[in-house]
């Protein structure tokens, strides 16, 4: 049809609106139709087949399905050939293979419900595929039969998995020169909404999630940083309705949303670096030059012009070009993007990623139109720094800032996560080691302009676990030390999902294994975690634990609001005191 345009992940009006219209606008032979649509009923994917059903019913097409997980040994075409599969549904006329399975029953029982205006579309052939997307057969399967667009779905849960779509995607299109809307199964904002009641009873007041902005990025962009539609959420989570939704009800549950977002870059299919307005919207002209990474020359007093400026206009990848901050549309657009989520949903609180690699005036002038705005409303950047000193730098009425200042309410305490995963390793001695390290960095915090609005936390989405391996996961001992510790000293605590069971992850085998599915978050898990059930004896025993000093903390002034007072080590012992009102 002649119809070349990138339309993976998607939503279906979009696509269809597309799909009709060749490049000439010529409508399309709707009768002569064909479409592939993979789809994993082995896991959740009612989403897939109701908007199969009705973008088919909408352009009268024949609908390809390719399944995975039918078969009991998970081979393509693992008993029949590909004509006994046409010939069986030539037969049924309704094109329907009765399989003993309970996966095909509900599917049948969906086709029954998903019939549009009295019609059921029609379908021509049924593939099953292995484990994996075979791209082969699906391009072989296109070039044979010259359909009008693939439309991939996958039963991938995980960021391996979605990758793997997005990156097939792109093969599929390239090779069969076929538009291709991929719709992957991945966490969404509804199964977030059926968790609250979990997260109160942990006894968490706030949720950050990482980005729900579209990413509609053709590989790699499960982790949300390559922002292609600053006013949408990415429809692999859901709609913004989704999302209001979920914010309205972790409200009722007393929960407040905090909102990633991304102001240093965005992904290089964001229509603003497709079809920018000007070069000058982007870095070093809108042409890939790599930043150093090494932020800690903006407040460095000996740096030279050119450390500054590759490290803070340079590009984190070629596919996130760098926002030029100092353009003043550009500025006004980010500005206006926070307030409009801000006013839209109701958000509570927004996380900055890679706070420092932007300009610093452009983030001091959003951070203070944001609290001029609403005053109750807070900002945490984040500043990955190796020193109290340089993380100070970023924080609100800092005086080694002066007599510029970023505005910025909340900064996040790297060293002293780092000197935690050491401290519960050590032997502590009056004069170093262990606890002797905490001690000796809060002694610091007179670089810090409010040291009770640093975030702290243990580990996070970019580092290593706290409980790295299973050898550290056993020691419970070390685990409940560290969470009291978090839990009673200066600042706000933030706790990585899973940390409550015990989850492991080496930042050194790869992001993926710091981002493990929570057991019981998908169809077919082995064990639900989110129930006690589910867990094992240790993991209870931490959840307990954590549960216990959350809920006692929640709603306690003398913890949340309360100064710091602390003792020197005095024979491996470390004391101090929260005061508040007259309370300690």
């Known amino acids: 049809a002649g119809v070349r345009v990138r339309i993976a992940e998607k939503d279906l009006p979009r696509a269809l609106q597309i799909i009709e219209t060749s490049e000439s606008g010529t409508i399309l032979e709707r009768n002569r139709s064909k479409i592939l649509v993979p789809v994993d009923l082995s896991r959740e994917s009612e989403k897939i087949v109701e908007a ?26 693992p008993n029949r050939t590909e004509a006994a599969y046409v010939k069986d549904l030539e037969q049924k006329q309704q094109s329907i293979i009765l399989e003993e399975s309970a996966n095909f029953k509900q599917f049948i029982s969906g086709v029954e419900q998903k019939i549009v205006d009295g019609v059921l579309p029609k379908i021509k052939y049924m593939y099953v595929m292995e484990e ?42 390239e090779r069969s020169s076929v538009p291709v809307l991929a719709i992957p199964e991945n966490i969404d904002l509804k199964g977030i909404e059926n968790h609250l009641d979990y997260l109160n009873e942990l006894g968490v007041t706030a949720i950050w999630l990482n980005p729900t902005q579209e990413n509609d990025m053709p590989e790699g962009s499960y982790h949300g940083y390559a922002i292609t539609d600053y006013f949408q959420v990415d429809r692999r989570y859901g709609t913004n309705e989704d999302f209001l939704r979920m914010v309205n009800k972790a409200h009722e549950k007393g929960l407040k949303v905090v909102m990633d977002m991304i102001f240093n870059h965005c992904g290089s299919h964001n229509f603003l670096f497709s079809d920018k307005p000007s070069k000058d919207w982007f870095n070093f002209k809108s042409e890939y030059v790599g930043t150093s990474y090494k932020t800690a020359s903006v407040q460095d007093v000996h740096a030279s012009e050119y450390e500054y400026k590759i490290a803070v206009d340079g590009w984190f990848t070629q596919s996130m070009p760098d926002l030029n901050q100092r353009n003043r549309h550009v500025a006004r657009f980010l500005i206006q993007s926070s307030i409009w989520w801000i006013e839209y949903a109701g958000i509570n609180g927004i996380r900055q990623d890679t706070h420092p690699y932007a300009d610093y005036d452009f983030m001091s002038r959003w951070c203070k139109e944001i609290n001029d705005e609403y005053p109750y409303f ?10 109290n000193v340089l993380v100070s730098f970023w924080q609100k009425d800092s005086k080694l800032a002066a007599p510029r200042n970023s505005h910025l309410k909340t900064v996040m305490d790297f060293p002293l996560m780092e000197h935690m995963n050491k401290a519960f390793d050590e032997e502590t001695t009056d004069w170093g080691g262990g606890l002797y390290r905490l001690y000796d960095y809060l002694t610091q915090d007179l670089v810090y302009a409010d040291p009770m609005n640093l975030l702290t936390f243990l580990d996070n989405h970019d580092t290593s676990r706290f409980t790295t391996n299973d050898e550290k996961a056993q020691n419970l001992t070390r685990f409940k030390q560290a969470v009291t510790f978090l839990l009673t000293t200066r600042g706000i605590p933030q706790i990585y999902y899973g940390t409550e069971i015990l989850m492991t992850g080496d930042k050194s085998e790869g992001d993926g294994m710091l981002r493990k599915d929570f057991p019981g978050g998908w169809k077919g898990d082995k064990r639900n975690c989110f129930t006690k059930e589910g867990r094992t004896a240790q993991e209870q025993e931490a959840f307990d634990f954590i549960k216990k000093v959350l809920n006692w903390r ?31």
């Open 554 to 584: 929640k709603g306690n002034d003398v913890i949340g609001k309360g100064t710091l007072k602390h003792f020197s080590i005095n024979q491996g012992v470390y004391v101090y005191e929260r005061k508040h009102n007259g309370k300690s």
């Open 378 to 387: 807070n900002i945490v950047g984040e500043t990955w720094l190796n020193s």
């Open 132 to 173: 994996g997307v075979p791209e082969d057969a699906i391009v072989d399967w296109a070039k044979n039969n010259n359909p009008q667009i693939i439309i991939m779905g996958t039963g991938a849960k995980n960021t391996k998995g979605i990758e793997l779509l997005g990156s097939v995607t792109a093969e599929v299109m």
């Open 52 to 77: 199969s059903f009705r973008f088919a019913q909408h352009i009268d097409a024949d609908i390809v399905f390719l399944y995975s997980y039918f078969m009991p040994d998970h081979s393509f075409f």
